[in-house]
């Protein structure tokens, strides 16, 4: 059944020599590269290896129990045990996604609903801020156009682990918060509404993996560079200088912007940041497109004008539409109690790889 683990044990024996060999890490990027490997083997090898210990446990329970029954206790507790070890190891060895272990960054648009749909967003905002600080993730907002009476029209946020140790597996930033990407839907009473009424509307989430700049190589030949005067409710210098940054990528028309920061050259730097996440999410996508990967599940692939989730405020309900999960616990969720969705969607993920594997 898991014939392919004994040839990532030698893949994981051969690292483990290699990274031994102090030449190896005069060469940083490549160090990096084979631990990261190491890294992703060494839980699948240690797993293997207790399941083959189960099964020779089981084999001399069966051969005492036949000549002592108070050995059956001990059969049923090994082979529930090699159950256990037979899903984690499956698990394990579902495809993974190479940008697991990336930071990204998160952007929130208001959509249709007007002011309301400018709250909502704030709303989501306010969620992903307490999401990533209750599981120990940095956040840093990078733009963000503000509504008249509150919420947000347009915001973008860095989000990443803490640290330069690699988060556990599964467990990284664009592992957790992939499955976010898309329309979310609200219905509940606007402040604005006299009459009672329920409104529906809605906010846009886009989910990128932050880009660093090995991943994608820009040419500042393809780049046009606009100056403008920022906008919007902030400091001093909002409407008195040209300190607003727009970037166009010219072979692809990617924009990325910033007017978040007093000085020029940090919002060219952060519009660059954005950018290149850009550019590396459109590349992603027209990979996958090209290798029609059997791999990749509903999950996925939903289209991004599609409304993934509701939040239902009268009846205090969430509802991700992708995979049938429902809880009525929203005002939980919206104060950043995300785990249970978001691992709804990972395990209905993870089974459509299963099946395809």
């Not at 090898?45 to 059956?72: C, H, K, N, Q, S």
Request: aromatic letters at 4%; proline letters at 4%; a negative charge.
């Amino acid at each position: 059944m898991f014939e392919a683990v004994e040839e990532l044990i030698g893949e994981h024996a051969e690292l483990e020599r290699t990274l031994a060999d102090p030449s190896v890490h005069a060469d940083q990027a490549n160090a990096r590269r084979l631990s990261k490997r190491y890294a992703e083997l060494t839980p699948i090898v240690g797993t293997y290896r207790a399941w083959r210990a189960t099964g020779d446990d089981i084999a001399t329970a069966r051969e005492l129990a036949a000549e002592d029954p108070e050995f059956a206790a001990e059969v049923k507790e090994l082979d529930e045990r090699r159950e256990e070890l037979t899903e984690k190891l499956r698990l394990l060895l579902v495809p993974r996604d190479p940008s697991d272990e990336k930071d990204v960054i998160l952007e929130i648009k208001a959509g249709a609903g007007g002011d309301e749909s400018a709250l909502f967003a704030g709303d989501l905002l306010r969620m992903y801020l307490r999401y990533a600080e209750r599981v120990g993730w940095k956040t840093e907002i990078l733009d963000a156009t503000e509504s008249e009476l509150g919420g947000y029209k347009d915001v973008q946020v860095a989000v990443k682990t803490k640290g330069n140790a690699s988060p556990e597996p599964g467990q990284g930033v664009w592992a957790r918060m992939k499955y976010e990407g898309g329309v979310h839907r609200v219905q509940r009473v606007p402040s604005t509404e006299s009459q009672g009424r329920i409104h529906t509307s809605a906010a846009g989430v886009l989910v990128t993996p932050e880009a660093e700049e090995v991943d994608v190589e820009i040419n500042p030949n393809d780049l046009r560079i606009d100056v403008y005067r920022s906008s919007g409710p902030g400091g001093q210098s909002v409407n008195t200088t040209d300190s607003a940054v727009r970037i166009t990528h010219l072979p692809t028309g990617v924009v990325a912007s910033c007017q978040n920061e007093k000085s020029q050259l940090q919002n060219k730097e952060q519009a660059l940041r954005i950018l290149r996440s850009r550019l590396l999410a459109a590349a992603q996508e027209e990979a996958e497109r090209e290798a029609a990967d059997a791999r990749r599940s509903q999950v996925r692939t939903v289209d991004r004008s599609e409304k993934i989730r509701t939040y239902n405020f009268p009846e205090n309900r969430i509802s991700d539409h992708r995979v049938g999960y429902k809880a009525y616990n929203l005002d939980q969720v919206l104060d950043g109690d995300l785990d249970a969705v978001i691992q709804a969607c990972v395990d209905a993920d993870s089974a459509a790889k299963l099946a395809a594997a």
